[in-house]
């Protein structure tokens, strides 16, 4: 069946640090590829997306290439702010059926310190 | 615009008791799904409704689950009777059509004790 894989967090990192989140997928077809981000106290947001092999999502200075020969859509950022601590999950939807239910990731906690 | 919104945010029952979800979509929004976050794990899909039909609802866990949308505005999950597992953040989304973006609410945080 579909499913993502993200790594174990909580991740740490100093302001100014660089920034991977690993994410792996399994899924027949082609799926669209997602980084949704939790604030604290806020509600889950679309952070970026990638709809096709090779495209790369980006945003707020994060970016993830989708990469279908790997099965992989890892989060970077070139240098992290306090203000990006969160939680980040990926996720999958399958398009062509009756419904594009998300399949996610359990999440990694970003903690940057100043 | 107004985005989705869930009430309550926060939810605290005993077992065996019934309790109800509401989520309230995008206006316009056609899709409107539901998903549950339990003990820090993954987000799961419960069910998809478009307008007030029922499209998929293969993740809904039991039959204590019951979602309606009723008009095909606003929706609600109710938990009857509820069971200690059935703890942890229900998160609504919404989107125009059914390739598009999902956006979604804060969540409804709820405790089963």
């Known amino acids: 069946g579909n499913s993502v894989t993200q790594m174990e967090g909580p991740v740490t990192l100093s302001e100014e640090a660089f920034l991977t989140i690993n994410c792996t997928y399994t899924a027949t077809g082609y799926p669209s590829l997602f980084w949704y981000v939790q604030y604290p106290g806020e509600g889950l947001q679309l952070l970026l997306k990638?709809?096709?092999?090779?495209d790369k999502g980006s945003n707020k200075g994060f970016e993830a290439t989708y990469r279908k020969e790997t099965t992989s859509f890892h989060l970077e950022k070139g240098s992290v702010q306090v203000s990006d601590s969160a939680v980040y999950f990926c996720?999958?939807?399958?398009?062509?059926?009756?419904?594009?239910?998300?399949?996610f990731g359990t999440g990694t906690l970003l903690a940057v310190q100043p | 615009e107004a985005g989705v919104t869930q009430f309550p945010s926060h939810s605290v029952i005993e077992k065996g008791q019934t309790v109800t979800l509401r989520c309230d979509p995008i206006s316009g929004h056609d899709n409107l799904y539901w998903y549950r976050r339990v003990m820090g794990k993954e987000i799961k899909f419960l069910l998809h409704?478009?307008?007030?039909?029922?499209?998929?609802e293969s993740g809904m866990p039991n039959n204590r689950f019951l979602a309606e949308r009723t008009g095909g505005t606003y929706s609600t999950l109710k938990v009857q009777p509820a069971e200690l597992e059935d703890s942890g953040v229900y998160f609504c989304?919404?989107?125009?059509?059914?390739?598009?973006?999902?956006?979604f609410g804060p969540g409804t945080r709820l405790l089963v004790l």
């Open positions: 996720a999958l939807s399958r398009s062509g059926g009756a419904t594009n239910k998300l399949i």
């Open positions: 989304a919404s989107s125009p059509g059914l390739v598009e973006t999902q956006y």
């Open positions: 409704f478009v307008k007030e039909s029922k499209q998929d």
């Open positions: 990638a709809t096709k092999a090779d």
